[in-house]
């Protein structure tokens, strides 16, 4: 579960590391006050859970409060679905750094990455100058010691007063990581100011899904989706996602739909929703079509391989889901899988073509899509 910068920064100083004075917002209004509380200049920090917001053009330093309130208008009516801001006190810093803790999965530790040049670049710099990345790994079931702290502050260059500030941040970003259940915290940049304190400029924070349960501080909620749908479906546990193409795609299993998805694009067509109803629960296609329907689109494209779950059981679903919702448009399938002659019959019985390829299915339900058949 990827958070908030917002909530990154509440776990940051939870765990002793500064951030700049913020306050979110969620309307423009609430500037009148906030602006005399975080002070000018101050920064306009879109909340949105995607990376590059700096490029993309959703922080922005605002330096009167005719400014903010026009920026954060702007922010909040652009196409990036901004729902909150951090207004943010602006740090006048003199460089910045990137430090992270995630895990290294081929060696089952987790570790620190650190690079002395970070920012808005740090992808291109891993990318062209891997080599300035530190890189620093840490036994969990051994903990932190001083000698990882020195080995990443010897790869960085940072020594004296400095030294022992940013020594502290590390350790406790790792506390944060720990505390968090996190596989990501990352600070970029970590701002070092002229009177050498370091403070967290931005934050990352992902919670690993299995230990969400035992994270009261990070349930899921409204806020993190863009559509009332897809929060619906999300709360019953069906993975949804609304696009703006013309093929609703019902299928089961992450990797097939993927590929489905790709397979569509490839043959020229484009996706209205992305739902999986897949599962032994077949009642579940009920609920899928359902949410399916709320978002226009030309046909209906089911693809499954049912192996535990019985592809019978899935057309008996889809059957039952087509005699609740009857839906208008055609509906193309291919459903395969344990006991698929039965699915086979079901389909028929039901007025439904049983394709048997995937590609044919997709290009019959792009050709539907496109008006040509
Ligand atoms: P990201 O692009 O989504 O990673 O968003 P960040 O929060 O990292 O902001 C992007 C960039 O804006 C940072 O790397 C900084 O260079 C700049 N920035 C953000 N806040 C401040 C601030 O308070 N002071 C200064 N000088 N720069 C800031
Ligand atoms: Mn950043």
């Known amino acids: 579960m990827n958070v908030f910068e917002y909530q990154a920064k509440q776990a940051f100083r939870d765990n002793g590391i500064a951030t700049p004075k913020g306050v979110l917002i969620r309307s423009v209004e609430e500037l009148d006050t906030v602006i005399g509380e975080v002070g000018l200049p101050c920064v306009l920090k879109s909340q949105v859970l995607r990376g590059g917001r700096g490029k993309a053009g959703l922080i922005k330093l605002v330096k009167t409060k005719e400014e903010a309130k026009d920026t954060a208008q702007k922010l909040f009516s652009c196409e990036h679905n901004v729902k909150m801001i951090l207004a943010e006190q602006a740090v006048a810093m003199v460089k910045e750094v990137y430090l992270a803790v995630t895990f290294n999965p081929v060696t089952a530790k987790a570790m620190f990455i650190a690079c002395a040049e970070g920012g808005v670049e740090i992808e291109i710099l891993a990318k062209n100058s891997p080599e300035k990345l530190v890189k620093v790994e840490v036994d969990i079931t051994e903990g932190l010691g001083a000698y990882h702290i020195n080995n990443l502050l010897f790869g960085l260059g940072i020594s004296g007063d400095l030294g022992k ?75 949804y996602l609304q696009f703006t193409g013309d093929i609703a795609l019902m299928c089961a299993g992450a990797g097939l739909t993927t590929t489905v998805f790709d397979i569509i694009h490839d043959f020229g067509g484009t996706v209205a929703t992305y739902t999986e109803f897949g599962g032994a629960n077949y009642t579940k296609a009920v609920r899928t079509m359902e949410l399916c329907l709320k978002t226009p689109s030309k046909v209906i494209l089911v693809v499954t391989f049912g192996t535990i779950a019985r592809a019978d059981v899935m057309a008996q679903g889809l059957a039952e889901a087509i005699k609740t ?46 008006g040509r058949k």
């Open 325 to 370: 919702h009857k839906p208008s448009m055609p509906i193309v399938t291919c459903i395969r899988g344990t006991n698929e002659e039965e699915a086979f019959k079901i389909l028929r019985e039901i007025g439904l073509e049983p394709l048997t390829n995937t590609e044919e299915a997709v290009q019959r339900a792009v050709d539907i899509a496109a």
């Open 165 to 239: 500030k940013f020594g502290a941040l590390a350790r406790n970003l790792y506390k944060t990581f720990r505390a968090c259940d996190a596989s990501l915290a990352e600070i970029n940049p970590v701002f070092i100011t002229k009177d050498e304190e370091v403070i967290a400029g931005d934050g990352k924070l992902i919670i690993d899904d299995n230990s969400v349960s035992r994270q009261p501080n990070y349930q899921l909620s409204r806020d993190y989706f863009d559509s009332d749908v897809e929060y619906e479906a999300a709360m019953e546990g069906i993975p």
